[in-house]
C-alpha cells in the first residue's frame, strides 16, 4: 500500500536539508535540495543506524563518517554495496509529496 506524507516548501532549508519523524511513513526523513530537485531519505545509516546529516554540500553519517552519493544515495567513501532507504517526491503547488511507493 502506497503510503504519502505532505510537507509544505516552506519548512525545508534548502542549503541545510529537513530532518523530520514521519508516522505515515514510519521512518525519520532527511530531505534536500540538489541541482534544482528535492531529494528524501532516511535519516538512518544503513550500516549500524547513526544519525545522517546534510552539510556542506554532502550526506555523513555521523558516527563512523559514511558519506553517501546525493544522487544515486549509494556510500562513496567505502567498499561496500549499500545505499540509502529514499523515497519518492513530486511536488504539487507548494507541497512535497513524500512517498514510499514508485
Known amino acids: 500500500?502506497?503510503?504519502?506524507?505532505?510537507?509544505?516548501?516552506?519548512?525545508?532549508?534548502?542549503?541545510?536539508?529537513?530532518?523530520?519523524e514521519s508516522?505515515?511513513?514510519?521512518?525519520e526523513l532527511l530531505?534536500?535540495?540538489?541541482?534544482?530537485?528535492y531529494y528524501a531519505v532516511s535519516s538512518f545509516c544503513p550500516h549500524f543506524?547513526?544519525?545522517?546529516?546534510?552539510?556542506?554540500?554532502?550526506?555523513?553519517?555521523?558516527?563512523?563518517?559514511?558519506k553517501f552519493d546525493l544522487k544515486s544515495h549509494k556510500c562513496k567513501n567505502r567498499q561496500v554495496n549499500c545505499k540509502l532507504k529514499?523515497?519518492?517526491?513530486?511536488?504539487?503547488?507548494n507541497i512535497l509529496e513524500i512517498s514510499n511507493g514508485n
Open 86 to 93: 529514499d523515497y519518492k517526491i513530486v511536488i504539487k503547488k
Open 49 to 66: 543506524g547513526g544519525p545522517l546529516e546534510f552539510a556542506k554540500n554532502e550526506i555523513k553519517c555521523y558516527w563512523h563518517g559514511w
Open 23 to 27: 508516522k505515515i511513513l514510519k521512518d
Open 31 to 37: 530531505i534536500y535540495f540538489k541541482d534544482d530537485k
Open 1 to 20: 500500500m502506497i503510503e504519502i506524507e505532505k510537507i509544505d516548501l516552506t519548512k525545508i532549508d534548502e542549503k541545510n536539508g529537513y530532518i523530520f
